[in-house]
């Protein structure tokens, strides 16, 4: 998935509770082209998986109220986005904090060389 299809930028639903992170990650997100829409909690990022498109997931492993897996599950069942699971837990995630530009671009776009 690119960031950018025909001028119509992705919008990336990015569920961290930890304001420094979500931050770098805006950012960092917004560098790669991506519209980054935040929450701080599961409930809310599945309200806002209810009300728009979005075209790739980023959670944390806490998500606030809910675990994040919890928050990708759900968001696979009401669309089929991209999702990245990130946590400082190794021995259970795709993308480990502190995360770098360079990983995270692997994470979203595993396939490219």
Do not use: W
Request: proline share 5%.
């Amino acid at each position: 998935m690119a960031a950018k299809e025909k001028d119509i930028q992705v919008r990336a639903l990015l569920v961290e509770d930890n304001d420094i992170i979500i931050e770098s990650l805006t950012e960092l997100m917004k560098s790669m082209g991506f519209i980054a829409v935040n929450s701080k909690t599961g409930s809310e990022a599945i309200n806002l998986l209810n009300g728009g498109s979005v075209g790739i997931v980023i959670a944390d492993d806490k998500c606030g109220d809910k675990e994040g897996l919890e928050v990708l599950e759900e968001a696979k069942r009401i669309s089929p986005v991209p999702p990245v699971f990130y946590s400082p837990d190794v021995s259970t995630t795709m993308l480990f904090k502190p995360h770098c530009a360079s990983d995270l671009s692997t994470a979203i776009y595993p396939n490219r060389g």
